[in-house]
């Protein structure tokens, strides 16, 4: 039967609000069965190897949980393998720009959320180890997103999303404990940042591209959008949580930005780590003030400053005398670039490609291996690396 996924614009208050207060049942389930029947050294053991492994084997788990992983070994029926290879060879043709909409959209939009990014803040990963975090969650895209990604048996993207989703309950069960858990907050990684969630990776994705000058037709939007969609379901969020087309995402998006945005400490903190992550990727330091300005851009000035971050140098000083060489725009002056999209569509295609080219050498930390692009992808984005 195919999903009944949200076709309205129905994102009101009435409905999003009780969102904030459910989970995941089916995950939940599993991890109350292990925190009640097994030692928490033995429970940290787990995570540690889900974690620690790209491609865990299910054998290697408890009973309960490598039920929980055969449940999710198989696409839904309603998911059509030809629309996913329409969305993927989008990624296919724009992956390094993506990543870097990515860095610079999708995830600051998920940090101006002031309830959502409480969890992140208190989990302490990002702030701890920015760089680690911050390129496991580009890994992700990666895996959904490339040719056979999410094929059954073989591709690596339903093994992610499997692991992802039993750490979004862990991280439920814990965080919930916590004292200083304020109710304001919601359920930790409730339905509702979920949903915002899959709307970085997949709506604010393509608007990110449009904005940089992309012009995509009609079937390669609802492709890419339709990867998402099974991601979505795959991650345990509800169908009438996710949008059934493109209207109706951005009304989700719209809504989000209504409940959710505003200035908070643990925002600015994450945005802040972010920054630098992506600065520490970028070799030199000839495109530091990018990420910022990139940030200002996708995201508008007022929602940029709620994330503390300011107009830069670049912007104040002219394009000039930092990018002109890299750029080679004839030395033309912009005094105001963020509002000039053709020539953020000339940085953000650059910073791009010298973004895909040296994360593949950045470490994770521990035995992870480093950040995996298909050899078919490294040699459509001209990527001369190994990883």
Same mark, same amino acid.
């Given at each position: 039967m195919p999903p009944v996924f949200q076709t309205t614009a129905n994102w009101t208050d009435s409905f999003l609000d009780p969102m904030r207060q459910v989970g995941d049942p089916l995950a939940d389930a599993v991890v109350e069965n292990l925190f009640a029947n097994q030692s928490i050294d033995a429970v940290n053991a787990l995570m540690r190897n889900l974690i620690l492994n790209d491609n865990p084997e299910p054998s290697t788990f408890p009973p309960i949980v490598a039920d929980y992983i055969k449940q999710l070994d198989q696409l839904p029926d309603w998911a059509d393998k030809a629309k996913i290879a329409t969305g993927q060879q989008v990624f296919w043709k724009y992956g390094p720009r993506l990543i870097l909409i990515l860095h610079c959209y999708a995830l600051p939009f998920c940090y101006v959320g002031k309830n959502g990014v409480?969890?992140?803040?208190?989990?302490?990963?990002?702030?701890?180890?920015?760089?680690?975090?911050?390129?496991?969650?580009?890994?992700l895209l990666v895996d959904v997103m490339s040719p056979g990604g999410l094929t059954t048996g073989e591709g690596r993207a339903l093994r992610t999303i499997q692991k992802v989703r039993l750490m979004h309950a862990a991280v439920r069960h814990l965080v919930k404990q916590y004292p200083g858990w304020k109710s304001e907050f919601g359920l930790p990684v409730n339905q509702e940042d979920l949903t915002g969630t899959l709307m970085a990776f997949s709506w604010i994705s393509l608007d990110g591209l449009r904005r940089i000058g992309v012009s995509l037709t009609q079937e /390669?939007?609802? #492709?890419?959008?339709?990867?998402? *969609?099974?991601?979505?379901?795959?991650?345990?969020?509800?169908?009438?949580?996710?949008?059934?087309?493109?209207?109706s995402a951005a009304e989700l998006c719209a809504a989000i930005a209504r409940r959710q945005f505003g200035a908070c400490a643990e925002g600015q903190l994450m945005t802040k780590a972010l920054i630098e992550s992506v600065q520490y990727q970028l070799p030199g330091n000839l495109f530091d003030d990018a990420p910022g300005l990139l940030?200002?851009?996708?995201?508008? /000035?007022?929602? #940029?400053?709620?994330?503390?971050v *300011?107009?830069?140098?670049?912007?104040?000083?002219g394009l000039r005398n930092v990018l002109t060489l890299p750029l080679n725009v004839g030395g033309e002056v912009l005094t105001n670039l963020v509002h000039d999209s053709p020539a953020v569509a000339e940085l953000a295609e650059k910073v791009g490609k010298v973004l895909i080219n040296s994360i593949v050498l950045v470490q994770r930390g521990g035995?992870?291996?480093?950040?995996?692009?298909?050899m078919e992808l490294k040699e459509q984005w001209g990527v001369n690396w190994t990883s």
């Open positions: 409480q969890v992140l803040a208190l989990t302490g990963r990002l702030s701890s180890n920015s760089t680690r975090r911050i390129l496991e969650t580009a890994q /390669e939007w609802d #492709a890419y959008l339709h990867c998402w *969609q099974i991601v979505g379901h795959q991650l345990g969020i509800r169908d009438d949580m996710i949008p059934a087309d493109n209207t940030i200002r851009y996708f995201l508008g /000035e007022e929602n #940029a400053g709620m994330l503390g *300011q107009k830069t140098l670049l912007e104040r000083s035995n992870r291996p480093t950040f995996t692009i298909p």
